[in-house]
């Protein structure tokens, strides 16, 4: 490390133009969620703190900052679905995300058709090449090292039932690059897409 490096305490401030934490903790999955609220409406949105946290059972998570739509509809269900956001569906990815009332349907409003689940009762984007259909494990409330509860949620759900696109499978094994998964960046705007031609192998020591 540089003895000229930036540094900074993030309770002061990082004294650049723009907060470079998610650019640095990048790229990062795309927590695209749909759920269900009590009264029966869909939602449908993308989270940028998304990814997995155990092999067996798998667990899946995502957090939102804020109390959202998302949190309080899996918290009355119970269940809720992740689906893979590609390059194919990266613009009705990001019209997901509007900022509308909890009775409107992201799914109209993205132009996406709500799929039926096969284990869980909330729907799926049948546009989309992979999809975790989810149960609620657990709902925690973040909290700062001091103990003080933050206005972030985490979600974790175990993965009860999987769907893959065949067309992303090569004599059964899965071909990351080939969905061309896009990534959260840094940034008001960044993204990243998964390439082939960025692959490369490296096992673990004996």
Same mark, same amino acid.
Request: glycine share 8%; net charge negative.
């Given at each position: 490390?540089?003895?000229? #490096? ?16 998610? !650019? /640095?903790? +990048?790229?990062?999955? /795309? +927590? ?9 409406? $869909?939602?449908? #949105? ?5 990814? +997995? ?6 667990? @899946? ?23 893979? #956001? ?8 990001? !019209?997901?995300? #509007?900022?509308? !009332? ?17 284990? @869980?009762? @909330? ?16 709902? $925690?409330? $973040? ?16 993965? @009860? ?20 998964? /896009? ?13 082939? +031609? ?9």
């Amino acid at each position: 490390m540089p003895t000229d #490096a930036h540094f900074y305490e993030p309770s002061r401030g990082h004294g650049l133009p723009h907060d470079p934490f998610n !650019a /640095i903790v +990048g790229p990062r999955p /795309i +927590g695209w969620i749909s759920s269900r609220s009590a009264a029966g409406h $869909l939602n449908l #949105a993308p989270y940028s703190f998304f990814n +997995g946290f155990n092999y067996t059972p798998p667990i @899946v998570g995502f957090a939102s900052v804020g109390y959202k739509d998302s949190v309080r509809n899996i918290e009355a269900t119970g269940e809720f679905c992740w689906q893979l #956001a590609t390059r194919a569906l990266a613009e009705p990815m990001n !019209a997901s995300c #509007a900022a509308v !009332a909890p009775e409107v349907d992201e799914f109209e409003l993205a132009g996406l058709t709500p799929a039926e689940s096969r284990v @869980v009762s @909330v729907p799926h984007v049948k546009e989309a090449q992979v999809v975790f259909e989810c149960r609620l494990t657990q709902t $925690l409330q $973040l909290q700062s090292a001091a103990g003080d509860k933050l206005e972030t949620w985490m979600v974790l759900g175990e993965v @009860v039932g999987v769907h893959i696109d065949p067309t992303l499978l090569e004599d059964g094994v899965y071909q990351t690059a080939a969905a061309r998964p /896009i990534l959260r960046g840094g940034g008001p705007a960044d993204y990243f897409e998964i390439s082939q +031609g960025q692959n490369f192998k490296m096992y673990r020591p004996s």
